[in-house]
């Protein structure tokens, strides 16, 4: 039970320093959502979108917290993924993040609202009968 606290606390934890990143570098409407991922090794990364004038040029969070994650270490896995708006607030991962989590953090746990709070679920209940083929490791 001690490990489930503590794990509760280490997500809760990444998730504040998601907000804490976005209140400091949101601008209008641009930067307008942080991404925090933790790997197996215990190292965060936090990324925010990128919009642009041209909306399908645009970038969500998740894919830059990911891709700064596999920069970083290749083999080093995603164990969890969280994305907070300007607001603070916890936010699903769009469609394609979660196509996009299926072949980089296949096993991680997404943080999603939940009432007033937020839980914590695995990538396969938000993507229960996706796509699979041979190419994704998992």
Request: with cysteine.
């Amino acid at each position: 039970m001690k490990d489930e606290m503590d794990s509760d606390t280490r997500l809760r934890e990444a998730i504040a320093a998601a907000r804490a990143f976005i209140a400091d570098r949101q601008r209008g409407d641009w930067h307008s959502v942080a991404s925090v991922v933790l790997t197996a090794s215990g190292k965060r990364y936090i990324g925010m979108n990128l919009d642009s004038t041209l909306p399908r040029a645009s970038i969500c969070a998740e894919p830059v917290a990911i891709g700064m994650a596999k920069a970083a270490d290749p083999d080093d896995a995603v164990v969890f993924c969280g994305a907070v708006n300007r607001r603070g607030e916890v936010i699903p991962p769009c469609g394609s993040c979660r196509e996009l989590m299926l072949d980089y953090a296949a096993g991680a746990l997404v943080a999603v609202p939940e009432g007033e709070d937020m839980a914590f679920r695995p990538l396969s209940d938000l993507m229960p009968t996706a796509y699979k083929h041979g190419k994704r490791k998992r």
